[in-house]
C-alpha cells in the first residue's frame, strides 16, 4: 500500500516524517521536487509506504499540491496532516482530532439571513466523509477526537467569528485551512481520504502568546508513530490504487 500525506508547511512534514522514521538513527531517501516545485519525502514501513509532501497553505494551494502528486504516482489513500485550531473544551492544545468529515465551513455565500454552504446555494458540496471505520480506528490509535473538521481560508481570530461556526457546527473538533482542498483532489482520482490535525491554539481571539506550536508538532509526530500500522491494516482489506 502506498498513501500521500500532505501538509501544509515544511515543519508538519518534518513532524509527520519524525514520526514515520521507527529509529532515531533511521533515515530515508532524500526529498524529491515534482514539478511545481512542491516536495515530497518517502517513508517505508511494513505493509505500507508513504510519500509526504509540502503542499502549501490553503485549500486552492493543498488541491493543487495533492493533485500534482496524484498524477505521477500510484497511491490508495491520501491523508490531509497538520497543526490547527482546536474548539475547547472538546480538544485542548495539543491534542489530535481525526476528522469524521471534512468541512468547507466558509465556502458559500453571506445572506441577509445568515451563511448559506455552498450546498445550500447549488452549486457543489461542502462535505467530505473519510472511511468512518479508518477514521475510528485512526481515533482510538492515536487517542484523537473523533470529529468533523472545518475547512477555512481565513482562520479565525475574534470571538463572533469562533461562536458563529460553532453554531453551524456544534460537533466541529478542529478548524485549519487544507482539508477539504486535500479531499476534493482525491476525491476527483476515487481515492478515499483522513484528516488529521494537532492542536496549537483555541479557536477564538487571536492570541500568539497562547499558542503551542511546538507541543502540537509534536503531537503530530506521536500520531503519526502509531498510525503506520492502522493504515496498513486497514489498506490490506479495502486497497484499490487509483490507476
Do not use: C, Q
Request: glycine letters at 12%; hydrophobic letters at 50%; zero cysteines.
Amino acid at each position: 500500500m502506498r498513501a500521500l500525506v500532505v501538509t501544509a508547511v515544511a515543519a508538519e512534514a518534518d513532524s509527520v516524517t519524525t514520526g514515520l522514521t521507527p529509529h532515531p538513527d533511521a533515515f530515508g531517501p532524500g526529498p524529491r521536487t515534482l514539478p511545481g516545485g512542491y516536495l515530497i519525502n518517502r517513508r517505508d514501513l511494513p505493509g505500507i509506504a508513504f510519500d509526504v509532501l509540502v503542499g502549501g497553505v490553503g485549500p486552492a494551494a493543498a488541491a493543487a499540491g495533492t493533485a500534482t502528486a496524484l498524477a505521477l504516482a500510484d497511491y490508495s489513500l491520501v491523508v490531509s496532516a497538520g497543526i490547527g485550531g482546536g474548539f475547547a473544551p472538546a480538544a485542548p492544545l495539543g491534542s489530535l482530532v481525526v476528522a469524521d468529515a471534512i468541512v468547507a465551513a466558509d465556502l458559500g455565500a453571506e445572506t441577509p439571513d445568515g451563511f448559506l454552504g455552498v450546498t445550500e446555494l447549488g452549486f457543489g458540496h461542502s462535505v467530505h466523509l473519510p472511511p468512518a471505520e479508518l477514521a475510528a480506528r485512526a481515533a482510538e490509535a492515536t487517542g484523537a477526537l473523533l470529529a468533523p473538521v472545518l475547512t477555512v481560508s481565513t482562520v479565525t481570530g475574534t470571538a463572533a467569528r469562533a461562536a458563529a461556526l460553532a453554531a453551524r457546527h456544534p460537533m466541529a473538533g478542529a478548524e485549519a485551512m487544507e482539508g477539504f482542498g486535500v479531499a476534493e483532489a482525491a476525491t476527483a482520482h476515487g481515492l478515499p481520504v483522513l484528516e488529521i490535525r494537532a492542536v496549537s491554539n483555541a479557536v477564538g481571539p487571536r492570541d500568539r502568546a497562547a499558542w503551542r506550536i511546538g507541543d502540537a508538532l509534536a503531537a503530530l509526530a506521536d500520531g503519526f508513530r502509531v498510525l503506520g500500522p492502522v493504515l496498513a491494516n486497514w489498506g490490506e482489506r479495502h486497497e484499490h490504487p487509483h490507476r
